[in-house]
C-alpha cells in the first residue's frame, strides 16, 4: 500500500496515514486492497499527497508539495523547492526537486499549503 497525507483546506489541517482507494479518501478500517492512487480532489475537499518514497537528511519523509531546503557547494549555500511529480511527454514521470540533491543534502522545511510563504521569495 502506498503511503499519502491530504491537506483539508478548509481547516487548513494536514490529515496523516490516509487511505486511497478508487481515488476516494477513505478511513483506515476501509483500506482493504488499498493500492491505486488518483489525484483528485477526493471528498470533503482534501487534496490528497503522495509519500514520495525518499527520507531527508534528517529520516523525515519526503510527500509532493514539501518544501525542501537544498543545499550545494559543500553545503554553504541553499536554495528552497517544492517537490513536484512531474509526467509529461519530456520528463516521462518523475519527482522534481528529489533529482536537483544529493538525498542527503536536502531536509523538508515545511509544504506549500502551511508554509506558502517560503516560496514566495
Given at each position: ?72 557547494q559543500n553545503n554553504q549555500k541553499s ?15 518523475r519527482w522534481d526537486a528529489l533529482d ?22
Amino acid at each position: 500500500m502506498k503511503e499519502f497525507r491530504a491537506w483539508n483546506p478548509e481547516n487548513r489541517q494536514m490529515l496523516y496515514n490516509v487511505a486511497v482507494q478508487d481515488g476516494k479518501h477513505v478511513t483506515p478500517e476501509q483500506t482493504s486492497g488499498c493500492d491505486y492512487w488518483d489525484a483528485v480532489l477526493v471528498p470533503n475537499n482534501n487534496i490528497v499527497i503522495q509519500f514520495t518514497g525518499l527520507l531527508d537528511k534528517n529520516g523525515k519523509k519526503i510527500f509532493e508539495n514539501d518544501i525542501l531546503k537544498i543545499y550545494y557547494q559543500n553545503n554553504q549555500k541553499s536554495y528552497l523547492k517544492e517537490v513536484k511529480w512531474l509526467n509529461d511527454i519530456s520528463n516521462k514521470g518523475r519527482w522534481d526537486a528529489l533529482d536537483n540533491c544529493a538525498y542527503t543534502s536536502c531536509k523538508v522545511v515545511g509544504n506549500i499549503f502551511e508554509n506558502p510563504e517560503f516560496l514566495e521569495e
